[in-house]
């Protein structure tokens, strides 16, 4: 972890990556366009305490080649934790051409001007939306993955099978992480338990979609953090590998509510709506290749992760 170029630095997940490398030691260089999805104030606050510690962050956008060659050739990282892409399941819907844009094309710059900058290992960021309504419990790494409910999915799935190709092309060590629901300190503003909180808490109705039946594998933040630095060591051994990062405990929309509804110490009003288009029926992460592999062992437990999210969020109003 000698140096390292961690793309989608100022976001939720990023920072707090970006974060975990200085700890380590590691000279990191941070890469953002600080997206429109939501304020760039935001960011700028997600990020200020990493680069007040030594981390240096660019503006860029990493669909541009010619600047992420220039970015690759004048930093040298060893290894890039690409973590930048469009997010959001609902989102994706209204801007599929974009989303393939920023998650795809972006992707593969990333990956080409690595490859010709001599970067030794890629991260990447996956999701477990690549798994679309699998009937299988819970998701595994081998099952298929060719059946994604959104653009957002279907951008991930070619994610993916752009890290493969790099992979086998160039022979350099890549990880795809798929992402099970992250939550905790920083989390976007448009993500459900920062919007439910935020709601409860002032006494306004929450959109509460479908019957409240579909689960997510809730994972805090903390412990994705530990599976991104256990791959970057790790992915040398394997060279192309795919690891689920999530929790292995999933909970319903109904449970989440009233899990919030402890937390913020306030009833919840519903805004009842149906299913949206896009969205899956369940998340569940197979942990059993990342416990074997990486060492992954989630420790928060879902009140746990609340209650520091909800601490986070007073203290930031």
Not at 76 to 81: I, K, L
Not at 292 to 301: C, G, R
Request: aromatic share 8%.
């Amino acid at each position: 972890m000698k140096s390292v170029m961690v793309t989608g630095a100022a976001g939720f997940i990023g920072s707090h990556v970006v974060e975990a490398l200085l700890e380590r030691g590691a000279r990191v260089v941070g890469v953002d366009n600080f997206d429109t999805m939501y304020e760039r104030a935001l960011k700028e606050r997600n990020i200020a305490q990493a680069v007040s510690r030594g981390a240096t962050l660019v503006e860029a956008d990493i669909t541009d080649a010619g600047t992420m060659r220039e970015l690759m050739q004048r930093h040298a990282p060893e290894t890039v934790v690409h973590l930048a892409a469009k997010a959001g399941v609902r989102p994706s819907q209204r801007d599929p051409a974009g989303y393939a844009h920023t998650n795809v094309t972006g992707t593969a710059v990333v990956l080409a001007e690595g490859a010709k900058a001599g970067v030794k290992r890629c991260v990447v960021a996956s999701s477990s939306s690549v798994y679309g309504n699998n009937e299988t419990l819970p998701f595994s790494e081998t099952d298929r993955i060719d059946r994604p409910i959104s653009p957002y999915a279907a951008t991930k799935v070619a994610t993916e099978a752009l890290c493969f190709t790099h992979w086998h092309a160039h022979q350099t060590p890549t990880a795809c992480l798929r992402f099970f629901t992250v939550y905790g300190p920083r989390q976007r503003p448009d993500l459900a338990i920062r919007k439910f909180m935020r709601w409860i808490s002032a006494g306004e109705p929450i959109e509460f979609y479908g019957d409240g039946s579909a689960s997510r594998d809730y994972t805090f933040i903390d412990d994705i953090v530990a599976g991104v630095l256990a791959a970057i060591e790790r992915i040398d051994d394997h060279g192309y590998r795919v690891w689920n990062l999530g929790s292995d405990a999933p909970v319903t929309l109904r449970e989440l509510v009233r899990a919030i509804e402890r937390t913020v110490g306030r009833e919840a009003q519903l805004d009842r709506k149906p299913a949206q288009v896009g969205d899956v029926e369940r998340t569940w992460a197979d942990l059993k290749r990342a416990r074997e592999e990486l060492a992954y062992a989630p420790t928060t437990d879902l009140l746990t992760g609340l209650a520091k999210q909800w601490a986070w969020m007073r203290a930031e109003d």
